[in-house]
């Protein structure tokens, strides 16, 4: 089933690089910046967030799904927006849009609702960031998760450098951050980075079946349980995403950052 077909649900509303589809007991975020890789550019780390928090506010909401238009889930954070900025401006703009990725991790690790991410392609950087915030997460079997920082001269954010020794202990974390490793899907669940594997034609199929066995379940328990599994690794967790915000704009600023992001932006 393609996102769109859902018998019985609100027609999709469209917003600046994003579209929410809504039926009941679910909302379905999709990026939808194909062409810039869904990579999570100021405005869309704010409209999202303003979609998590209406999402939150609506009590009739249970179930909130983040997912991708086209060939990635999402690409991190924008990087030709960042390579538009000068050299010297640099730390300004992404501690900014560091920021931002920091209120939507927090607004998704803190909601009462769970958080299901459809990972329907790539997630890099940022978007591994997401993932790691949401609760339960589907991917392709052909997708492809990485850190991605090192590749543009940059550090984790978003929470990655939080989440990822927690999931998959300080061994495999350094292998992703330090070493580059890509992830499949198939090996994003053995690493416990995912909790279920679909192939490309049963995918869209198999996250309209979990939003619909989630939105079925005891709702009322959703909130409650997340806090109580989430509870010991939240403490510190606000003040370490804004020390990676730190460290993310004072590493922009390194002469190889700049020639890397301005690299990458020319691709």
Partial sequence: ????????????????GVRVE?????????????????????DLG???????????????VHVLTLTGAGRLFCGGGDVRAMAAAAPEDRPGVIAELAAAASDL???????????????????????????LNAD????????????????AGLVPDTGVSWWLPRTVGPARAAQLAL???????????EWGLAAEVAAGDRFEARLTELEDE???????????TKALLRGPDLEGFEEHLRRESAAIAAASGHPEAVARVDAFARR
Avoid: C, F, K, W
Wanted: proline share 3%; no cysteine.
């Fill in 105 to 131: 991790a927090l607004a998704l690790v803190r909601s009462r609702l769970v958080v299901l991410a459809g990972v329907n392609g790539t997630a890099a950087g940022a978007g591994l960031g997401l993932l």
């Fill in 136 to 151: 339960l997460a589907l991917v392709r079997e052909d997708a492809r998760l990485l850190t991605a920082y090192g590749a």
């Fill in 214 to 224: 989630l939105a079925a379940g005891a709702v009322h328990t959703y909130g409650p």
């Fill in 1 to 16: 089933m393609e996102i769109g077909t859902y018998v019985g649900r609100e027609a999709p509303r469209s917003r600046t």
């Fill in 46 to 60: 704010r409209e999202v967030l303003a979609i998590v928090r209406e999402a939150e506010a609506d009590a009739s």
């Fill in 22 to 42: 809504a039926r009941p007991g679910v909302r379905r975020v999709v990026l939808d910046r194909p062409d810039q890789g869904n990579a999570l550019s100021l």
């Fill in 179 to 189: 070493g580059g490793r890509q992830l499949t899907g198939t090996e994003a669940v």
